[in-house]
């Protein structure tokens, strides 16, 4: 259809699911998802192709949920005039040619990035990968609006990841990455060093080239190259990971200490500080590498 009507590209983007990321060679995506945010149903409408399938495959099927939800309000209020009822599909369908829920915020973060870091929600162990901004994340991808190796080296250290299994919810008992609970309270290096910070990214960067090189060669998706690990032995992912981990614990400072011992310390420390109204280093590139420059390369995961 793109290649027919180019302007499509405008409302059509490959659409990127967990399971693909992690579980597919390549990690490509496997389909599209059609996109009018932020347009009214008149310039939505002049994407005739794809404004015809939303039409037809989407138009009915928000009419009988509204209908529906309609009539159990109806019956909830005839038995309760005070009870509380939903307006979810009926406002659905006043924006029908829309997603429900368009992540406005998050699309307008990750589309001004030239890549943004993402991992799968429901996970054993997070991995991390870094996505181009012209795929759209599924909601399976917890989405990072962070394009530098730095921040990408945290998040993939046993460090978070420490953090994550101490943190995290669970769905059917599998591990559950939640912004809230692990993301929001996990901080960061509050005062790294120049070294420090390039040794982290720099560490990051030979990680990911040598798990593209081992797929590559291999033919494997995410998910077999780090069920390696499982595997006794020397492995050189393994290695790679000890090195970013080294690197990520000098950011922090530690030495000896029981990591979860040390970040519930820093988390405490953080909050009184910003009780007193003292700024605190927040996710990302601290002050510290103003210097270094971006910290961004320019591997990710995009359209072959």
């Not at 945290?154 to 919810?169: D, N, P």
């Not at 000890?242 to 690197?247: F, K, R």
């Not at 990520?248 to 000896?256: D, K, L, M, N, Q």
């Amino acid at each position: 259809m793109i290649a027919r009507s180019p302007v499509l590209r405008e409302v059509l983007f490959p659409y990127l699911i967990a399971n693909e990321m992690i579980g597919r060679v390549g990690a490509q995506p496997n389909r599209y998802v059609i996109d009018f945010h932020p347009r009214d149903v008149m310039e939505a409408g002049k994407y005739e192709a794809v404004f015809e399938i939303v039409k037809r495959k989407v138009l009915s099927k928000r009419i009988s949920a509204a209908a529906e939800e309609s009539e159990r309000s109806r019956e909830a209020l005839s038995n309760d005039p005070v009870a509380k009822t939903n307006r979810h599909h009926g406002n659905f369908l006043k924006r029908w040619w829309l997603l429900s829920y368009p992540r406005e915020e998050m699309i307008i973060r990750v589309s001004a990035l030239p890549r943004f870091v993402v991992c799968g929600q429901v996970t054993k162990r997070p991995i991390f990968e870094f996505v181009h901004p012209s795929i759209r994340p599924n909601a399976a991808l917890i989405v990072f609006a962070l394009a530098d190796d730095y921040s990408f080296g945290i998040l993939q250290s046993s460090l978070h990841w420490e953090w994550f299994k101490a943190r995290c919810s669970t769905l059917e008992e599998r591990p559950r990455y939640t912004s809230d609970t692990v993301f929001d309270s996990f901080c960061w290096p509050q005062s790294p060093s120049k070294s420090a910070i390039s040794k982290v990214a720099s560490a990051a960067v030979e990680l990911r080239r040598l798990r593209r090189s081992i797929m590559t060669a291999n033919g494997w998706s995410f998910r077999q190259l780090y069920r390696t690990l499982d595997l006794p032995g020397e492995n050189p992912l393994r290695n790679a990971h000890i090195t970013l981990d080294a690197a990520v614990a000098e950011a922090y400072g530690i030495t000896h200490e029981e990591p979860l011992s040390f970040l519930l310390a820093l988390n405490n420390d953080c909050a009184s500080r910003e009780t007193r109204g003292e700024s605190i280093v927040r996710p990302g590139v601290p002050p510290a590498a103003s210097e270094l420059g971006t910290l961004i390369t320019e591997d990710c995961i995009r359209l072959a």
